[in-house]
């Protein structure tokens, strides 16, 4: 963007609050703003109390309902995302508009009505269900919220902060969705001081996002409530009676979230668990998300369209100055300015809209997501500085067709992304920044350039990876009903200066339905009224949408759909919810094949939200599995099989120049997809080569051909030498296809002695009461889980090494894959996979108090070889430096370890420990930090700079097995923060960590 693309600009003044103005003449502004806007992490030495107080419980305290089971009500609403009864009561108790709930098989989910609704009784069925008169006042008076109480028996804990994923792991067979942890209420408690030099301006605490429902008290006073645990909000304190100022003055601030209930059926976690902020500023100031850079070029007017809200809360009617400079951190062009006069009203916001003609930019792209820098100034009439923001800006332009799908910049491509749910192992729902970092760059190592937000706003930080990374996403509310449009505004509001962002999403699957039209229209006014140009769309069928979604849909639902509907645009929004674990691999990658092929007709715009990139707690479907298996990398971040069908897939086989296809160099693939333990009479190969050729222990097979591109070669092995009869490989509770049936056998062990007596032409056997004997050589891959009651076995080949080597057309050896045997396990092996330039996540941690590392343990023989059949338990502990551990994992959807504790067993031998720095030296306003916090807790704050600071030390150990010892960098250099790291690798020149990975 040069001078000459800002040559003219047009300013007005729009809103609720609008007033005529004067535009004043542009000028270069090559002067920087003065920094008056103070944003002080508020993170630090919380007390910490789980469970509710004394003189309360689960609930706002005033469910008063009449019970009215087996009644059917009207006039009420569909209200789909209370997956449980206990939730619709929770839920419509909190809402002093709701007096009806209703739960059972009659009402769907769930049901909620005001006052006008009729019940009466009902032959339909049996639901349960409450209705009450008035809402009565909810109880605010709790002890805990006193200002004078005392908690100084309350732990100490630090802000993201997920309290469910700290408890142990229960059986309750009614509540498989959320993990089998436990929910409950707790509370936040936090001493702090107010600077005296802050007096007489705006004052607030900005948390990002508390689940589920949050109820504050500043010094005893309730002050108020926010239900929705996937949107931020801010609390005023200037304006409570009696906050204090000084340090010899103390204010408190309590929180109680209820968590009991929820609004998904996947683990939600419950908490502080995102960023919290104290932000003071002028009493004249921008308002919170109110600066909105518009990603979206007009292409009627060729302009970028700018909107700015500010608001007072001084006295008069005081005229300031707003400008708006756009700049370009390459110096490809010079700072532009534009100013226009304002006149404020106290308790008014203004809006100022500005549109800029957009000749000569570089439009942001999956290829070349170019930013800008925008900074709004807000200056008083004597010249003085009131305000300053500054938002990193893309502009691109999208186009939405029923014929023939998306299109970004006038070049059409195809969606290839993945579905995602908020949770990793060992700290649930409150990740820290850099792994979000390596879940965004491992999205792209396997050729996903789309993230669908599923299914709920993220936090802030991850719109800004994917905004510097070149992923587009697909934004999407959570709850969805007519008590919920605010919800969707604070989403749209927050989320809308983001170019990553090209569609709004209403809802999810079967939560899309409602009983009338109205939910989808106002939901559309409410995106509309704060972003008009960006498409509204939803993962199900409901009213108002730009972009219709389907979910899981055949190519015939497709077809028929645009039949009937030839102008609307489609997209696959969620499909191929594929199973399989690290160890056990029981899934081919034919239902991703499947699953993925709607989104290849020429009028779906793609396939954008495969179900999913990472495991995550819950939607386990019975105890004692506690997390999914449909992620392509495991809840530890650990890689499975169908990731590298990805890589083959949408990587090696997407072209370079394909629009939608991340800057990575396009690799060969040649992958294993076997472990060596798990290998009966054949093996299953991913190449992107034209033929393939199997090594077994030194012995050569023939090249085969690859007929199929993109599909597993299944490569001979020979059958194994079978010694006693022996089967090693259980095959319980699974299916096993391809296998012959054995009519003449009756119990488990005569068809284990069929199979036995069979020799080399029987390597599998099952018995299940009425399917009876059956028997062959199906591979293992073929198995999957089954509801019948199959007993069976399996051998395997005992391999010492497998090579697998892909050709091309001319016999040219290009790629290769080794899997190795392993003796007895010998010692604990340590590795860094973030940071590390493997993953594209930098090489330090930097110490700014939440920063943290993935590290790997593996079990190894006395050659360095992975062990992953046998089991050791894994202790993690820091030896030194400025860290701590903060949670464990192994992948494993079964694993019961608690989250926070140091030790865990290996699964298919590896082990993951994730470290974060417990010193602050690099956020800003530390100062600040150590004149407002009263407590003091595991993170120290240094105020100034802290010199030399040694690495973390962390060792693994495990008894009988050598220790191991590794070294985590840190630094203290802004360049290597999470999002300075991202900017510089959008184009890797790989990702190592995906080629070596073994296990």
């Known amino acids: 963007m040069d001078l000459r693309g800002f040559a003219a600009v047009f300013l007005f003044l729009m809103g609720l609050s609008c007033v005529l103005a004067t535009p004043v003449t542009f000028e270069k502004d090559g002067a920087e703003a003065v920094a008056v806007r103070e944003c002080v992490p508020f993170d630090y030495n919380w007390r910490f109390r789980y469970g509710h107080a004394p003189d309360g419980g689960p609930g706002p305290g005033n469910a008063d309902f009449t019970d009215i089971s087996g009644q059917e009500c009207t006039n009420v609403d569909h209200n789909p995302n209370r997956y449980a009864r206990g939730d619709c009561e929770t839920a419509c108790a909190y809402n002093p508009d709701c007096m009806v709930w209703q739960s059972g098989a009659l009402s769907g989910n769930c049901l909620h009505g005001g006052a006008d609704a009729v019940c009466s009784s009902s032959k339909h069925g049996q639901q349960d269900g409450g209705q009450r008169k008035t809402a009565q006042p909810m109880k605010t008076d709790y002890k805990f919220a006193a200002k004078s109480f005392n908690a100084i028996d309350w732990k100490i804990v630090n802000t993201p902060h997920d309290f469910v994923v700290t408890g142990d792991f229960v059986s309750m067979p009614w509540d498989y969705h959320h993990a089998f942890l436990p929910r409950n209420v707790s509370w936040y408690r936090k001493e702090f001081h107010l600077p005296s030099d802050w007096k007489g301006s705006h004052i607030t605490v900005y948390f990002e996002g508390v689940f589920h429902v949050a109820q504050i008290w500043v010094n005893g006073q309730y002050v108020q409530m926010h239900t929705c645990g996937y949107t931020g909000f801010t609390v005023r304190l200037d304006n409570v009676t009696g906050i204090l100022y000084g340090n010899d003055s103390t204010n408190v601030i309590a929180v109680r979230v209820d968590a009991t209930f929820g609004s998904g059926h996947w683990y939600e976690g419950g908490g502080i668990y995102r960023r919290t902020h104290l932000i003071r500023t002028n009493p004249i100031h921008f308002t919170h998300d109110g600066v909105f850079i518009s990603p979206e070029v007009n292409v009627t007017t060729k302009t970028i369209d700018v909107s700015v809200e500010l608001e007072s809360f001084s006295t008069g009617s005081p005229k300031v100055l707003v400008s708006c400079t756009i700049s370009d951190p390459a110096g490809a062009m010079s700072n532009i300015t534009a100013k226009m006069a304002v006149t404020m009203e106290a308790g008014h916001p203004q809006t100022v809209r500005i549109a800029i003609p957009a000749s000569n930019i570089q439009l942001w792209s999956i290829k070349k997501p170019y930013l800008y820098e925008a900074s709004v100034v807000i200056e008083g009439a004597d010249g003085s500085i009131l305000d300053t923001h500054t938002v990193s800006v893309g502009f691109r332009q999208t186009h939405w067709s029923g014929a023939s799908g998306f299109s970004m910049n006038g070049n059409a491509f195809k969606f290839r992304g993945f579905s995602h749910h908020n949770s990793f192992t060992g700290v649930g729902t409150a990740i820290p920044d850099r792994i979000h970092l390596f879940r965004a760059q491992a999205s792209r190592a396997v050729g996903g350039s789309f993230w669908r937000m599923s299914h709920n706003p993220y936090l802030p930080a991850l719109y800004d990876f994917l905004d510097v990374l070149g992923i587009i996403s697909w934004d999407e509310n959570r709850d969805y009903g007519m008590e919920y449009v605010g919800a969707m505004h604070d989403m749209v509001k927050r989320d809308r200066g983001h170019p990553s962002i090209v569609v709004w999403s209403y809802c999810n699957e079967v939560e899309c339905t409602q009983y009338n039209k109205q939910t989808g229209l106002s939901f559309r006014a409410a995106a509309k009224a704060l972003d008009p140009n960006r498409a509204v769309g939803a993962n199900g069928g409901t009213d108002g949408l730009d972009v219709q979604g389907i979910s899981h849909g055949s190519n015939a639902s497709f077809i028929n759909f645009h039949k009937s509907n030839p102008d609307m645009p489609l997209v696959l929004s969620e499909c191929c919810s594929c199973q399989t674990q690290r160890m056990n691999r029981i899934e081919t990658t034919t239902c991703m094949h499947d699953q993925n092929s709607p989104g290849l007709l020429p009028y779906v715009s793609g396939s954008l939200g495969v179900w999913t990139l990472f495991d995550y707690y819950g939607e386990s479907h019975g105890f004692p599995s506690v997390t999914s298996s449909y992620g392509n990398f495991d809840l530890a971040g650990f890689p499975k099989p169908h990731a590298y069908w990805y890589v083959l897939n949408w990587m090696a086989m997407i072209s370079t120049d394909d629009y939608g296809r991340p800057p990575l160099p396009s690799n060969h693939v040649t992958r294993i997809l076997d472990l060596p333990g798990e290998i009966t009479t054949r093996v299953e190969v991913l190449s992107s080569g034209a033929a393939l050729q199997l090594i077994v222990n030194g012995k050569p097979g023939d090249k085969v051909e690859v007929t199929n591109p993109g599909e597993p070669i299944q490569a001979k092995v020979d059958a194994p030498e079978r010694v006693n009869c022996s089967f090693p490989r259980n095959l319980t509770s699974v299916q096993c296809r391809g296998l ?12 284990k002695s069929a199979c036995c007596d069979a020799g080399p032409s029987c390597v599998i056997w099952q018995f299940a009461e009425k399917q009876g004997c059956w028997m062959g050589t199906a591979d293992l891959s073929s198995c999957e889980p089954s509801e019948d009651p199959w007993v069976g076995a399996g051998d395997i080949v005992t391999v010492k090494n497998i090579t697998a080597l892909s050709f091309d057309t001319t016999g040219k050896v290009i790629g290769s894959h080794t899997i190795l045997g392993a003796a007895q396990a010998s010692a604990i092996s340590l590795e860094l996979d973030v940071p590390s330039p493997d993953t594209g996540t930098g090489t330090a941690l930097v110490l700014d108090g939440h920063d943290a590392a993935l590290v790997k343990a593996s079990v190894v023989d006395a050659a360095g070889v992975l062990v992953t059949d046998q089991v050791v338990n894994i202790t993690f502990r820091v030896a030194g430096g400025p860290g701590a551990l903060i949670g464990i994992g192994n992948g494993d959807n079964h694993l019961h370890a608690n989250a926070k504790s140091d030790n865990v067993p290996s699964y298919g031998g590896l082990a993951r420990g994730i470290f974060q720095v417990n010193l602050d030296c690099v956020s800003k306003h530390r100062d600040r930090i150590v004149q407002i916090d009263v407590d003091h807790g595991p993170t120290t704050v240094n105020p100034g700079a802290c010199g030399t600071v040694d690495s973390i030390s962390v ?18 250099s802004a360049e ?20 070596n990975f073994a296990g």
């Open 955 to 972: 060792e693994a150990s495990s008894p009988g097995l050598q220790t191991a010892h590794l070294t985590i960098p840190v630094s203290t």
């Open 740 to 751: 012959d049936h054995n009519g003449n056998v009756k119990t488990p062990g005569q068809c």
């Open 976 to 995: 290597d923060l999470p999002l300075p790291v991202a900017k510089k690798s959008v184009a890797l020149e790989g990702f190592p960590f995906l080629t």
